[in-house]
T-cell receptor, first 116, second 111 residues
Framework: GAVVSQHPSWVICKSGTSVKIECRSL??????MFWYRQFPKQSLMLMAT?????????EQGVEKDKFLINHASLTLSTLTVTSAHPEDSSFYIC????????????FGSGTRLTVV | GESVGLHLPTLSVQEGDNSIINCAYS??????FIWYKQESGKGPQFIID?????DKRQGQRVTVLLNKTVKHLSLQIAATQPGDSAVYFC??????????FGQGTRLTINP
């Protein structure tokens, strides 16, 4: 079945630094990848949608200059949290699809980001 | 982003009983619905899905019911087991648009 690998699974960084999170589709080509953020005891909030080779589409309220998304290949998308602050501490999750259709969505295992 | 989830409802059931988790969705134009299971510290795991042209779909120990009239979705888990303990999310989508997640329900199993 479709497998999405997310790395790292957890990261601690200092305020003001940048952190990159990778999302890889291991056995399929992901035409579309999604990035979500999840705060404790809350639901998944979509941050942005990225299609290979084009600019990401950000949800309202998500700062595109702070959360840089790159989807340079059909198997890799990255999310970079720039100038991280403690309020950016959250669980970041990606999902990928090879068809753009919902039943093709597979989620990564998530990345726990803690900014100190 | 969408999907508001300020508080997480909890459902406690006895091991072996059936569990019913409910979800109200917001967009009457949504034509696809998915239930996900999320264990602590992990990403969501697909459980079952249903299209809007159906009102019931069954899987292994799980059944999803869709009531489009009242925009309500439910997940039934038969013979609940300790391994079913998790947070369950419903998600709705339209065409190939983004998925919108519901607030989630924490299912706890009493021995």
């Amino acid at each position: 079945g479709a497998v999405v690998s997310q790395h790292p699974s957890w990261v601690i960084c200092k305020s003001g630094t940048s952190v990159k999170i990778e999302c890889r589709s291991l056995d399929f080509q992901a035409t579309t990848m999604f990035w979500y953020r999840q705060f404790p005891k809350q639901s998944l909030m979509l941050m942005a949608t990225s299609n290979e080779g084009s600019k990401a589409t950000y949800e309202q309220g998500v700062e595109k200059d702070k959360f840089l998304i790159n989807h340079a290949s059909l198997t890799l998308s990255t999310l970079t949290v720039t100038s991280a602050h403690p309020e950016d501490s959250s669980f970041y999750i990606c999902s990928a699809s090879n068809s753009g259709l919902f039943y093709g969505y597979t989620f990564g295992s998530g990345t726990r980001l803690t900014v100190v | 982003g969408e999907s508001v989830g300020l508080h997480l409802p909890t459902l406690s059931v006895q091991e072996g009983d059936n569990s019913i988790i409910n979800c109200a969705y917001s967009n009457s134009a949504s034509d696809y619905f998915i239930w996900y299971k999320q264990e602590s510290g992990k990403g969501p795991q697909f459980i079952i899905d249903i299209r809007s042209n159906m009102d019931k779909r069954q899987g292994q120990r799980v059944t999803v019911l869709l009531n489009k009239t009242v925009k309500h979705l439910s997940l039934q888990i038969a013979a609940t087991q300790p391994g079913d303990s998790a947070v369950y999310f419903c998600a709705e989508g339209q065409g190939a648009q983004k998925l919108v997640f519901g607030q989630g329900t924490r299912l706890t199993i009493n021995p």
